[in-house]
């Protein structure tokens, strides 16, 4: 199973123990801590935790805290557990970038159906997002960014960027080009693509040096 590590922060040990037997039947690997700052130091040793279940009553740092500090550095999805229902409690927990929030009492059952709904929608959103290069392409958003900086592309130059990035590493012959970005219908020449990729770099600033010419033949987009 991919994506299967989870920490669970919670200072009472049977709720621990609660959340472990159920995710573990469905084969998630389960880290756990008793407080905050036993769930930061958890989680800055393993980069593979692919979900954290954080209470909000815990000793030393709350999860609010714990929370807070996570999205300083990670988007890792965050399911929140509280006994409190009160409203305002889950607008601080989704202001502070929680994915999910779960009232004590809960049934296991819906948790886990609540974790596996938020790594599906995860992955789900990894395939939509490509990174490489100083370059986040978001396909479903369908923005850029460059170095954290927005910048505004055509449709064209869009699907353009989307194709190189989509297919790295590999010389592209500008028929082929032609074909995937304007489609068979298209009946220009491969010299609207020299245009398009010439005002795409212009636009990718130092990152359109990523898009390579191969004389004689077509483009290759190299991650480095």
């Known amino acids: 199973m991919e994506h299967n590590k989870i920490l669970v922060a919670d200072d009472e040990s049977r709720m621990r123990k609660?959340?472990?037997?159920?995710?573990?039947?469905?084969?998630?690997?389960?880290?756990?801590?008793?407080?905050?700052e036993e769930a930061l130091n958890l989680f800055y040793a393993d980069k593979e935790i692919a979900l954290v279940i954080l209470d909000v009553m815990m000793p030393k740092q709350n999860g609010f805290m714990v929370l807070r500090e996570i999205r300083e550095t990670s988007r890792v999805p965050v399911i929140m557990l509280t006994a409190r229902g009160e409203e305002s409690d889950e607008l601080t927990g989704f202001e502070a970038g929680a994915d999910e929030y779960i009232s004590k009492p809960f049934s296991p059952k819906i948790l886990v159906a609540r974790v596996e709904a938020v790594l599906r929608r995860v992955k789900s959103e990894e395939e939509t997002?490509?990174?490489?290069?100083?370059?986040?392409?978001?396909?479903?958003?369908?923005?850029?960014?460059?170095?954290?900086?927005?910048i505004e592309l055509s449709f064209k130059e869009f699907e353009l960027l989307a194709y190189f990035m989509d297919n790295v590493g590999k010389a592209l012959p500008r028929e082929k080009i032609l074909n995937a970005v304007w489609d068979y219908d298209y009946y220009g020449d491969a010299r609207t693509i020299d245009t398009h990729v010439k005002k795409l770099r212009a636009k990718l600033g130092p990152a359109g040096d990523q898009i390579k010419t191969i004389w004689g033949l077509g483009y290759k987009f190299e991650a480095e």
Request: charge should be negative; aromatic fraction near 4%.
């Open 129 to 150: 997002v490509l990174e490489m290069a100083g370059i986040r392409l978001d396909k479903s958003g369908r923005n850029v960014t460059v170095a954290g900086e927005e």
């Open 18 to 36: 609660l959340v472990k037997d159920f995710l573990s039947r469905q084969g998630y690997e389960i880290l756990e801590a008793a407080d905050g």
